[in-house]
């Protein structure tokens, strides 16, 4: 080989060596910069699991106290059912009116802000007194503040079908219901259909007290008329709800 072709492979070998030092200085870099990144990756990491611990800390006060609020309200409730338990269960077979009762139970939804009132209305009818006639008033406090449904349908939208639906069991017995129970928290309803001496129940009602309208007392009370009585007959028990 002459030494002009050997000065070339030199030069070019040069060429080549220098290539790869400036690919494996890039190298270098890239991973300098990805280490410094990691580091301030880290940093940052460590000062959101502090902010994640101080959240996380936070829900489990707030989750503490909610569950001490479900027991207070589960005390309150069992307190206001106790006395009526009794009556209930001893009452006297040869009564003169029916009577009715509340059966409820109280659910604290936190992700929905919202305490909800599960019940049932009971009317039991052991005398001979027609039940035909029924109507039942819930009086709602506080008025407009409290969301009172069930499983009631609009008296306009029967008219609208011929005869009553099988599935509808109770009706308002006002067509301006909407409009009484926002002035004075009242919700009359009636049976479709019920024998004479027949015991009834009202199912699936519904009470939902949002938290941010800083409610802290709810009651419900319920009165039956009947035709045949110059005085509506009150329930035995109410709905009655405090928060602490």
């Known amino acids: 080989m002459d030494q002009h072709a050997e000065l070339i492979r030199l030069k070019q070998e040069i060429l080549y060596h220098k290539a790869e030092s400036a690919k494996y200085n890039k190298k270098i870099l890239d991973l300098e910069r990805a280490a410094q990144k990691e580091i301030i990756r880290n940093k940052f990491l460590q000062e959101k699991r502090k ?5 996380k800390n936070s829900y489990r006060r707030r989750l503490e106290e909610l569950q001490n609020k479900v027991i207070e309200l589960e005390v309150i409730v069992e307190e206001e059912e106790q006395p009526i338990l009794s009556p209930i269960q001893n009452m006297n077979h040869a009564m003169r009116d029916p009577y009715g009762y509340f059966n409820y139970s109280v659910l604290l939804m936190e992700e929905e802000k919202t305490l909800t009132i599960y019940g049932d209305f009971h009317i ?34 029967i008219k609208k079908t011929e005869g009553s639906p099988v599935s509808i069991d109770w009706i308002y017995a006002k067509e301006d219901w909407k409009k ?50 110059s005085s509506p007959i009150p329930a035995i028990n109410k709905i009655k709800i405090q928060l602490l």
Request: aromatic content about 8%; proline content about 4%; charged content about 25%.
């Open 180 to 229: 009484a129970s926002l002035e004075n928290g009242e919700y009359w309803v009636k049976p479709i259909k019920v024998t004479k001496l027949e015991s009834i129940s009202l199912t699936g009602m519904e009470l939902i007290i949002p938290f941010d309208l800083n409610i802290r007392k709810v009651k419900v009370e319920a009165l039956i008329y009947l035709n045949n009585k």
């Open 51 to 55: 902010e994640w611990q101080v959240e």
């Open 124 to 157: 039991i009818n052991e005398s001979k007194v027609s039940l035909d006639d029924l109507i039942i008033c819930f009086k709602v406090h506080p008025i407009g503040a409290v969301t009172f449904s069930g499983k009631i349908s609009d008296p306009n939208l």
